[in-house]
């Protein structure tokens, strides 16, 4: 379990609060924290990269060492992913939270915090094993126990038990040694998984420094509001200038989104993307 704030900005840090059950997780959950956080980029070399396009550099200037949004767990990023498909980040939070109470394990006793989480995101083993197991004849298109699949359509979850299958079976490899055009390759040929899924786990489960979600709403509003093209494919064309660091330019173009995912919570609840 992790609970990280960041400091007032004049030390240019984050607290990082862990609980373990096994202090030789350790090392394991400091690796962990530092891939969320992106700490092992090189911020003033990719800073440079991107102020070498005019319309970047004044986003540059406004957000300096920008860093990618990552993940503890690349697994449970994509079913997020899946989860967020074409619906927004707060409907896709209600159903992930949903599913993790009805599928994920109890969190450990010594683990909890007031108001803190109570479950651990399902695995993929769990959720290939919920999924093989509910009915595909669902008169109103949802799974027959609503405590398994909560009011979620039946092609997201067959979506997400066709990936829950590959990790399971190994057709599937997202690990921090997974090479990124192999996953492109096998994500793609998942049923329910497209572009803009691929280069979400690309750039957040994998930290692919040059993965670029054109499609995505928020990156093309970003984009638009900076003068640049809002259609996907001139914006991709556009975007070749910023190889091989179209991650980071697409998270500055989230950073100068006016979107509540852009700025830093009020208050500091406990957090969780998986516990170590």
Same mark, same amino acid.
């Given at each position: ?11 240019g840090r984050?607290?990082? *609060? #862990? ?12 690796q ?22 005019p ?8 957000t ?6 990552g993940?503890?767990?690349?697994? *449970?990023?994509?079913?997020?992913? =899946? ?20 599928v994920?394990?109890? #969190?450990?006793?010594? @683990?909890?915090?007031?108001?803190g989480?109570t ?7 769990? @959720? ?6 509910a009915s ?27 990936v829950?299958?590959? @990790? ?7 690990? =921090? ?12 040929? $998942?049923?329910g ?9 690309? #750039? ?12 995505? #709403? ?8 900076l ?30 989104s ?5 700025? $830093?919570?009020?208050s500091?609840?406990?957090t ?5």
């Open positions: 379990m992790a609970s990280l704030t960041p400091d007032d900005g004049e030390r984050i607290d990082a *609060e #862990l609980r373990l059950t096994d202090l030789r997780d350790l090392t394991s959950a400091v962990r924290c530092r891939r969320l956080l992106d700490l092992d980029a090189d911020p003033v070399g990719i800073d440079e990269a991107m102020s070498a396009d319309v970047l550099a004044e986003l540059v200037a406004s300096p060492g920008c860093r990618l949004p993940t503890t767990d690349p697994e *449970e990023l994509a079913f997020r992913v =899946v989860l967020g498909q074409q619906v927004s980040t707060t409907a896709a939070g209600t159903t992930g939270a949903r599913l993790t109470r009805a994920g394990d109890p #969190l450990p006793d010594a @683990l909890r915090v007031p108001d989480p479950h651990l995101f399902p695995t993929a083993e769990a @959720l290939a094993s919920a999924g093989a197991s595909s004849d669902d008169d109103d298109g949802t799974a027959p126990r609503g405590a398994a699949w909560p009011g979620m359509p039946a092609s997201r979850r067959e979506t997400l038990h066709g829950a299958d590959a @990790l399971t079976s190994g057709r599937l490899r997202l690990d =921090v040694g997974a090479p990124w055009a192999e996953v492109r390759r096998e994500l793609a040929a $998942l049923r998984i497209g572009p803009w899924s691929v280069e979400m786990i690309a #750039l957040r489960g994998l930290g692919d420094p040059d993965a670029f979600p054109a499609t995505d #709403l928020g990156t093309r509003v970003a984009a638009e509001a003068g640049l093209p809002g259609d996907p494919r001139p914006l991709t064309a556009r975007a070749e200038a910023w190889r091989p660091w179209r991650s980071y330019a697409t998270a500055l173009l989230w950073a100068s006016d979107h509540a995912v852009a700025r $830093l919570p009020q500091s609840p406990h969780k993307e998986s516990s170590p």
